[in-house]
């Protein structure tokens, strides 16, 4: 994975991707904290009862998350949709190591990119009037936590790749499979709101402990416990989440990169540009996007009067349309091919 040639090859196809996912922390994180100084000193200077208050600006991690999925898509996905896979694999490398090259070149700009806009964040906030309120110690989590997600979104999204056929299904389903946890609780939620909720007390208190739960579980929302806390805690400095949570970007990265180089290694490319590279995931894949979407379509428009035996029909009728509506479309889609530049 360390080959110069391997390096080169991934870093043409995806060099675009990889400036943006350095210019995405280095403006929202020293550029901002720099005129967020600039701005205190002038407030406290002007008004001498000027209250700090902290609130941590995370959307930025949404559009880094994005970066790094379109990072995982270009330089597997697009090898499939391009046919250009049939190159790399006959290259003079192993399967695995041409799959640890593609991990290896997004996990050292990842690392690159976060520890030197934390570096630079904690430096102006030392030099500046930002260290009379803020906590670096703090900054050192966020940026232990956020180094953490990144990858296990980036592996995760490399994973995803080895079972797609093309760019296109490769970002749809990491888009789809990184929220899963959470949607499937919403899903799980309104179904059981239709049918038991009613009168149940208890039924609100323990789905509150279960929504954290599937937040922790979501990559994509680890992160936004920081500013849970932030806006919980009564001193201007950020709260920790607790350190247990670092385990669940671990297990993403370990259990991801393990069966993903496992998949890439047995990848074939007869069904390259189709959604599924695998014919045997197919029949699975069909049944659980037909009962996602046949919830989805259940509880969507809903009624507030719960457990109604007529609010129960609808739901149903809801759910049997949207599931006959989806198993046609996928029908049609799963065998499509969408490729360009073969004949």
Request: with cysteine; net charge positive; charged share 15%.
């Amino acid at each position: 994975m360390f080959h110069k040639a391997l390096w080169k090859l991934n870093y043409k196809h995806s060099k675009f991707l990889i400036w943006a996912l350095w210019l995405v922390p280095l403006y929202f994180l020293p550029f901002t904290y720099y005129q967020k100084a600039q701005k205190t000193a002038y407030l406290i200077k002007k008004f001498p009862d000027f209250h700090y208050e902290y609130y941590p600006n995370l959307q930025w991690t949404i559009f880094e998350m994005f970066i790094l999925i379109g990072l995982a898509s270009v330089l597997i996905g697009l090898e499939r949709s391009s046919s250009t896979m049939d190159f790399s694999f006959s290259l003079p490398f192993q399967r695995t190591t041409l799959f640890l090259s593609k991990w290896f070149i997004g996990v050292t700009h990842i690392f690159g990119a976060t520890t030197i806009s934390s570096a630079l964040v904690v430096l102006v906030i030392k030099t500046s009037i930002l260290d009379r309120f803020e906590d670096v110690d703090t900054w050192l989590w966020f940026y232990l936590f956020s180094l953490l997600t990144f990858i296990a979104v980036y592996t995760f999204s490399l994973f995803v790749g080895t079972i797609c056929g093309s760019i296109f299904s490769q970002i749809s389903l990491n888009i789809i499979f990184l929220y899963l946890p959470y949607g499937l609780f919403e899903l799980m939620m309104s179904f059981i709101q239709v049918h038991w909720s009613q009168g149940n007390q208890s039924f609100y208190l323990y789905s509150d402990k279960i929504r954290d739960f599937f937040n922790a579980i979501t990559l994509p929302k680890l992160l936004f416990f920081f500013e849970e806390y932030s806006a919980t805690k009564e001193s201007f400095q950020m709260g920790t989440p607790s350190l247990m949570l670092l385990v669940i970007p671990i297990l993403y990265i370990i259990v991801s990169l393990i069966i993903g180089v496992l998949l890439y290694k047995h990848a074939h490319c007869e069904n390259n540009g189709k959604i599924l590279v695998f014919d045997r995931l197919k029949p699975f894949f069909m049944i659980g996007v037909i009962i996602c979407f046949s919830m989805f379509g259940g509880s969507f428009f809903a009624q507030d009067n719960f457990s109604d035996q007529s609010n129960i029909f609808s739901y149903y009728i809801r759910a049997i349309l949207t599931g006959t509506i989806c198993y046609f479309i996928l029908r049609k889609v799963m065998n499509t091919r969408f490729q360009w530049g073969k004949r």
